[in-house]
């Protein structure tokens, strides 16, 4: 059952795409479904590659020095143009991890608490504990969080730190909600007074018209919401470079914090870089690339999967992000699921790692592989769940 | 008395050096010998501009990607053989603000404590005290902290986090630990079974020869030690990038962490076009011009002030980093001093700023004025401390 993947990557520089440089690479003969990385063929090496000297030439030490504590004003005005808000409201990170953490030290301390989704961002929740925070697990429905249970949430202790939501292609389930669920989770927050982190790590990656209603940050204004953006899925990880929305006085918070004043800006030669990028539209190029290069993958995965799996597994498809989340009757065993498609040489991402949701789920990634190479997952993945069906 | 200094910067992109892109910039007219800054023409612009493409061009998209999270191999492998350890014993940061951040969260907790110098860096007491933690103060000498002080200190609860220790060009006092003292040290703080962060920020910037005793990271073998390095002292803050040296345990743990699985890398990119200056021997010949630099305005700063103030204040000569520490009679006004200070145009650092130790001191950079400016402010600050004392 096993057909090792033998391509050669065209790619010249594949010999540094190892572990100990990057993060972790798929096991030979694997295709990998797993991660939410993007292809190495994805990542825009060509367009970053002037960046730097471009930002050097044109701030000169002012790129190298210090950096103002929210981040440089050319990145943050490029932002709040572009993100509807105030330059002031905006405060350049080290990407959604880094600002993160840094709202666990600064919101929370531990024994308190954070309301999630019971599906969510599994390394999100990792952060979280990390900082002794507990979680505090809402259900939800085909837009996310219901209000009712996050009211009941909120209801149970004044505890809470904040509420963690990803309102816009959620990781993993891929749910969008609708401006009125938006509107709903807004007021229950506000009424408890509990801050709102929403994670939009993916919200710039939208595949379909009409794109998702506004974050909950501009519905807010940003009052009561901390937005956390990321250029980690739009050009590369590897920059850390992300932003957050808030209020002007949470920003003043979190740049008066030692780490900021001491530092100054967390990523500034990057943001510079990243300015260029974004000051003359070559970033909305860019970005309108790989959305095409993505809805192709995604709809080449989601045709391959309905195709072959026929009624027995629902292939939702995602209106934007990486992921396609997978929902087998509940009665089907994730474990053997995983096995069948380890067999099959795919690698997927199992959806208990998210969470403690009932049912079985799988994630699949469409964004770290050719189409080709998704068609092919697709076909080796509906042969191997059939038989494992028939199996068991 | 205010001579308001006039002179137009000879950098072509000095309008952009200003608040809002850097994170301060100094009062018109002013000298300033306040902040740890290094002067814009001393930022390595030319050095750092075709790094980055250099990086791409060599690693192509795995610099891109999520790098590994300790950071990527070939910068490790780089630093691991220029301070004598291995490479597991490595882990890139994003500067020493950061990495203290990190480990106040991992080996702290809100309520705990770290025992520090009675006087040290300030927003190194900033960052600690922002995650709850308490400070335990013991006394230093000319060597910096005292064994018997540290032991007291110790002895005194199981409270303790860490220690945070500055054995080399000790900001902002300049002192050098002696390799006997860094033994006692070592040795109480192991007797305790308490780790020790020693902040070595300024460690590369040794002026004189002999070069300053091996870090205690060094001496220990890593054991019971982390040692914080930075580039923001020697090439320049706004790369954001630094690296520890811990035993492979410990960097396990802190790479274990949400914060470093989700985001990978703390400064990916950024630490692959260090690598290129580093491998080459470019970053030597950096420091090295560096240290020239440097020494010249030590030297001239150090002689301007002596002729200028005689015997009436101690101006020791420090051995590396960027501070002159001042130390005037006890019954002189540390605000007098900086209000007759301010008058002549020069703004320093109050001493108190960096704690409580008994005494008048004041802390003056010579990392941000070139020498012309710096014999200059010695000069104002000479009659402006004279007429002062003749005043009071």
Redesign the interface.
């Known amino acids: 059952m096993v057909r090792p993947d033998t391509t050669v990557s065209p790619?010249?520089?594949?010999r540094?795409?190892?572990?100990?440089?990057?993060?972790?690479v798929s096991p030979p003969g694997v295709i990998d479904l797993g991660p939410g990385?993007?292809e190495?063929?994805l990542?825009?090496?060509d367009e970053?590659?002037?960046?730097?000297?471009e930002a050097?030439?044109?701030?000169?030490?002012?790129?190298?020095?210090?950096?103002?504590?929210a981040g440089?004003?050319?990145l943050r005005a490029l932002l709040a143009a572009r993100h509807g808000c105030a330059a002031e409201e905006i405060m350049v990170t080290?990407?959604?991890?880094?600002a993160?953490?840094l709202l666990c030290?600064v919101l929370g301390?531990?024994g308190r608490s954070v309301v999630v989704e019971r599906t969510c961002y599994d390394?999100?929740?990792?952060?979280?504990?990390?900082?002794?925070l507990r979680l505090r697990e809402v259900d939800a429905d085909g837009e996310g969080v219901r209000p009712r249970s996050l009211d009941r949430a909120l209801s149970l202790g004044d505890d809470v730190a904040f509420v963690y939501l990803t309102p816009t292609f959620h990781n993993p389930t891929g749910t969008v909600a609708g401006e009125q669920r938006r509107r709903e989770l807004l007021a229950v927050a506000a009424r408890h007074g509990v801050p709102i982190v929403e994670d939009d790590a993916y919200g710039e990656l939208n595949l379909d018209r009409p794109a998702p209603p506004p974050s909950l940050a501009a519905l807010a204004g940003r009052r009561g919401v901390i937005r956390l953006g990321s250029f980690?899925k739009t050009?590369?990880?590897?920059?850390?470079l992300g932003w957050l929305e808030a209020e002007p006085g949470v920003v003043g918070t979190l740049t008066g914090?030692?780490?900021?004043?001491?530092?100054?800006?967390?990523?500034?030669?990057?943001s510079l870089?990243v300015a260029m990028l974004m000051g003359d539209g070559r970033y909305d190029l860019r970005l309108s690339w790989l959305r095409d290069q993505l809805r192709l993958r995604r709809d080449t995965l989601v045709a391959a999967l309905r195709a072959g799996l026929g009624d027995s597994v629902t292939v939702d498809r995602p209106a934007g992000g990486y992921f396609v989340w997978l929902a087998f009757d509940p009665r089907r065993s994730e474990a053997s699921l995983l096995d069948a498609a380890g067999r099959a040489g795919v690698a997927v991402a199992p959806g208990s790692r998210f969470g403690s949701a009932a049912g079985t789920h799988l994630r699949l990634a469409y964004s770290l592989n050719s189409p080709d190479r998704l068609a092919d997952a697709a076909v080796r993945l509906a042969t191997a769940w059939r038989n494992e069906e028939t199996l068991r």
Chains 1, 2 share one sequence.
């Open positions: 790619l010249p520089h594949a540094w795409w190892r572990a100990g440089v990057v993060q972790a990385y993007l190495p063929g990542l825009p090496v970053v590659l002037p960046l730097y000297a050097l030439t044109e701030f000169g030490p002012a790129a190298l020095g210090y950096g103002a504590n440089a004003d050319p080290a990407g959604t991890s880094q993160l953490t030290t301390r531990p390394l999100g929740r990792s952060i979280m504990t990390d900082h002794g980690a050009l590369g990880p590897g920059l850390r914090r030692g780490q900021l004043v001491s530092g100054g800006s967390l990523n500034h030669l990057t870089a």
